[in-house]
């Protein structure tokens, strides 16, 4: 964008990253570029302010990980479908032998998904983790401990061909 000094270079630059956190957020490619493309409009109005004080990646990052909790606080019920979405592949997403913890992660409630995405992908702490999502350390504990307890038992139960998991 001619008016915004820096952004395309910031989108160039950053997209694959940014792709790659929206998959490991929402665990489907096609509402994870949607996340990315909507946290880039919202980045875009804010550039001038983002590009003087503030991290763009990191400004974008919590703006996709509120969108995402955004959409689960609306749509607290997940819709079924009659056929399975395509399968994908993507250079910027996970290897087929690391496949099986992904999908094990996506299986997990998105709000439990999103804390150990916050957590083990992002590293933020717990009072980071609580301020991006809107909910109290507390609450943080409570579902990365559920989440890990979920993500254990069915990886521990699991069939060998996920691959390595450890």
Partial sequence: ???EPGFD???AEQRDALLRYGYVLTGNLHDAADLVQEALVRLCGAWPRVRRKDNPHSYARTTMARLHISVWR???RERLTGEPP???HHAVFPLDEEQGLWEELAALPRRQRAVL???YYEQLSDAEIAKVL???PGTVRSQ???GLDK???SLSSAPATHGSMR
Avoid: C, K, N, P
């Fill in 86 to 88: 395509e399968r994908v």
């Fill in 74 to 76: 609306r749509h607290r």
């Fill in 134 to 136: 809107g909910i109290s």
């Fill in 144 to 146: 990365a401990s559920r």
């Fill in 1 to 3: 964008m001619d008016d």
């Fill in 9 to 11: 270079d910031f989108v």
């Fill in 151 to 153: 993500l254990r038992s």
């Fill in 117 to 119: 995405v916050l957590r």
